[in-house]
């Protein structure tokens, strides 16, 4: 397969995944700002738009319309939805002769309906349905992807770039939330006070109803944390993440030939072993930000590498090999 | 919609007729539609106009007109009703066109060569030698079986006596045969009574033709060649045939980017590491090729690709430097240069056309700008146009400070008028003008699936077909009788 195929299906992949994320987020923050003091409020706010790399004209604001306005519709905003699913677009538009047509029907659609969508026709009307059809429009374009393309090289890289995607996100969720509600000024507050925010949390990763079935509504910290972190059932939790992107890419190196592929999968194996034998307790005990960070960083590592390996590796070398 | 009201259009000055005779009766290969057209209510005609513009456009066959995030895309406008060609008519067109795509590769072959047909007068040297499109860098360059020109579009107009004549052949990167192509399967699923009882040669085998084609141009010591489709991307206005056309012949769409060389070895850079390339279609002009044989800007092609090509190492279709072949001033001697290579009169005329370096011919035609159609020689798509009869003063002055100024870059024809065929205009069935350009693939032998791309004049009395330039399409059916 091409590399810039290749490239431009990972992409799309991974715009499209944060394109949801970031709609869970601020459908969920919209969702519970009701519940709580205008203090609460503006932290939550602080914690999510830290959590995806808004830009830091957000910084400080508390105002929801304001906030859902710039992540939402901007497209001057690189990290909004809008400019997400644009990127998502642009890059499958380049390919559109290696998937079904029903992808792109599919993403072209979501793309039009949230362009052609003003926050002030759904504000307190349906903002929850807007934000619940873009999720449900992401959902069904990897849905039509696995029941109407090839399981081959290129559908693996669809995998590769929405699992990454995932780990990533999910990691820095979990970093900048924990971070914030367990190192509060005057020690950690009690369960109780912040159990709208664990609420919010699991509800973020689309993981409260899951989490409820193995722990019950009881909710600690360090379950949520090893619930997100480590649990190898939940589908977003970051775990499930790295054991998929190391599945895609042992059938990667199957298509392409294992010659060139040891590093990527290396890095891979590594971050999956990392979380497979993690224990939460020793995490907890020595640092879970480090923990969190060195996720972070071996997803970045595994990024390169597969630009290295796939995308952009230097031609001398591989002529020569 | 009863068609009749057709025959109200005919006179002496009228145009060649496709449908009806001078005598104002419907020619017999027309008359199961004529017929068909007379049953069928109104509104069902404009239902299936409607079911095949959203076919159209559900299939993404269209044209794109693309901002930065507008992605606004438009179907060429098609046609429902068929433009029907005889047996007998096809196989006289079959055989003028198979000796017109020889003539020319061996003329390409000739120029970039010994240039017998320069020494010998028959074609002026300096004519070839100004012509925007001469790549000196291909003389003494041998080029595949001598292929210059793999894939031909070839423009046929009908005159008032029903004789085909070419109007300009297209040999540098010819486009429209994915739509004629999407015009057959619509039309199938539009009209498929109609269609299965007329007994209308199939056009399917294109993509495997054009396959076999590429294949015959590559390397020696090759079995298994690697053939792509070289685009200039999705901003590309025929883009959408790139990708069909190479989805038709289940080959790699590539970009200037995907390629590289080293070596004089063309390769293309995939997932599994970096992968030979023994064969190029493509379909990217001379100019932008190369940064380092040609212009030096473009963005679009691959460094190194001309020395590789020089070597042998890769086969490009069209070869570089066809574009001479299709200058408009060269077309004028093109029966020549059929008699001098073929030994044969052509069996299809050219268009009568005029030198504005000749002083006689450029005195005759400024003298009757407002009858002649004055064509810049190495524009096409339409570009850089005068049709006479339908300018301004104000234009003709224009044209002719141009040609005084420039003579060896205009040619002028008489205005001819272009047979009209008839179409389905917001629900009526009116007569308008149409051509016909057929594509013509060279490779072991030459091969013409039967059929070609009938573009309309969609605007009433317009003689401009050019999808370019608010054209249409409709399907062309060559009949087995």
């Known amino acids: 397969m091409l590399s810039r195929v290749a490239d431009s299906l990972y992409w799309t992949s991974r715009y499209l995944e944060r394109a949801e994320h970031t709609a869970r987020l601020i459908d969920i923050g919209l969702n519970l700002m009701l519940d709580q003091s205008s203090a609460a409020v503006e932290r939550r706010w602080g914690r999510l738009l830290d959590s995806v790399h808004a830009p830091p004209r957000l910084t400080g604001s508390s105002d929801a319309y304001h906030i859902a306005e710039a992540m939402t519709f901007d497209l001057s905003n690189e990290t909004s939805i809008v400019a997400c699913i644009a990127n998502a677009r642009e890059n499958l538009r380049q390919v559109r002769e290696q998937i079904s047509s029903e992808m792109w029907e599919q993403l072209n659609t979501l793309f039009l309906r949230v362009k052609g969508t003003r926050l002030d026709d759904i504000w307190n009307v349906s903002t929850h349905e807007f934000f619940r059809s873009v999720k449900e429009g992401a959902h069904l374009f990897q849905g039509i992807t696995d029941a109407t393309m090839n399981h081959g090289e290129g559908w693996q890289f669809i995998q590769v770039g929405r699992h990454l995607e995932r780990a990533g996100v999910t990691a820095t969720l979990l970093d900048v939330y924990t971070n914030d509600l367990l190192t509060r000024d005057g020690g950690p507050e009690t369960p109780q006070r912040t159990y709208l925010d664990w609420v919010g949390l699991l509800k973020a990763c689309t993981a409260f109803e899951a989490y409820c079935k193995v722990y019950t509504a009881d909710l600690r910290p360090e379950r949520v944390v090893e619930f997100l972190l480590l649990n190898a059932e939940c589908p977003r939790s970051v775990r499930f993440a790295a054991e998929a992107i190391q599945a895609s890419f042992q059938s990667i190196a199957e298509a392409t030939g294992t010659r060139k592929s040891g590093r990527v999968n290396r890095l891979a194996g590594r971050l999956r072993a990392t979380l497979s034998f993690g224990q939460i307790d020793e995490i907890l005990e020595t640092g879970l930000r480090a923990y969190l960070n060195d996720v972070r960083r071996q997803c970045a590592q595994i990024h390169e590498a597969i630009l290295q390996t796939y995308v952009a590796y230097p031609v001398e070398s591989a002529l020569a090999s | 919609m009863p068609p009749d009201t057709l025959n109200a259009t005919l006179s002496a000055e009228a145009p060649y007729d496709e449908m009806f005779g ?78 017109r795509i020889r003539a020319l590769n061996l003329f390409l072959k000739d120029i970039y060569h010994e240039g017998r047909i320069l020494k010998d007068g028959v074609v002026p040297a300096e004519l070839v030698y100004t012509c925007r499109h001469f790549r000196r860098e291909m003389r003494g360059v041998s080029v595949p079986r001598d292929i210059y020109i793999s894939v031909v579009g070839t423009d046929l107009i009908r005159l008032r006596d029903g004789r085909f004549v070419v109007l300009e052949d297209n040999l540098r990167v010819p486009s429209g045969v994915s739509y004629m192509l999407a015009n057959r399967q619509v039309m199938k699923r539009v009209f498929p009574r109609l269609f299965g009882n007329y007994g209308v040669r199939p056009i399917d085998h294109y993509g495997t ?52 060389v080293h070596d004089n070895v063309v390769y293309m850079r995939t997932t599994a590491g970096p992968r030979r390339v023994d064969v190029i279609y493509r379909r990217l002009d001379d100019d932008f090729l190369d940064p380092l044989a040609f ?29 001479v072949a299709d200058d408009k001033a060269v077309y004028a001697y093109v029966p020549a240069i059929i008699r001098y290579y073929m030994g044969e009169e052509p069996v299809i005329d050219n268009v009568e056309t005029y030198l504005m370096t000749d002083g006689a011919q450029r005195r005759h035609v400024l003298d009757n ?18 049709i006479g009869t339908h300018s301004t003063a104000a234009e003709r002055e224009e044209f002719r400070r141009r040609i005084e100024s420039e003579p ?3 040619i002028a024809q008489p205005v001819l008028a272009l047979s009209q065929a008839p179409c389905l205009i917001d629900g009526k069935v009116e007569a308008r003008h149409v051509d016909l350009r057929p594509y013509i693939l060279c490779g072991e032998q030459v091969t013409i699936v039967p059929g070609g791309l009938t573009r309309v004049a969609l605007r009433r009395g ?3 077909v050019n999808s370019s330039q608010g054209g249409g399409s409709k399907d062309t059916w060559v009949l087995n009788e």
């Open chain 2, 462 to 464: 317009s003689l401009v």
């Open chain 2, 369 to 386: 700008l407002d009858k002649m159609v004055v064509k810049a020689v190495g524009e096409s798509g339409g570009y850089g146009m005068l």
């Open chain 2, 295 to 323: 212009r030096a800007d473009s963005a679009l092609g691959v460094a190194g690709l001309f020395n590789a090509y020089r070597a042998g190492n890769v086969a490009l279709a069209n070869a570089v430097g066809t574009g």
């Open chain 2, 408 to 410: 060896r870059n205009y």
């Open chain 2, 209 to 260: 033709a054009l396959l076999s084609t590429m294949r015959a141009l590559a390397p020696p010591g090759r079995p298994d060649p690697t053939i792509v489709l070289l685009t200039p991307g999705v901003y590309n206005s025929a883009y959408y045939e790139h990708a069909f056309l190479a989805r038709q012949m289940g080959i790699e769409l590539v970009e200037g980017r995907d390629l590289l």
């Open chain 2, 22 to 99: 001078a005598d104002g009766q419907c020619r017999p290969q027309y008359q199961a539609l004529y017929k068909r057209l007379d049953e069928i209510p109104r509104e069902e005609l404009n239902r299936r106009q409607h079911a095949a513009d959203l076919s159209f456009l559900h299939q993404g066959i269209t044209f794109t007109v693309y901002g930065r995030d507008e992605g606004t895309e438009r179907i060429f406008p098609y046609d429902l009703l068929p433009r029907i060609i005889t047996g007998p008519e096809w196989e006289t067109l079959e055989r003028g066109l198979t000796q």
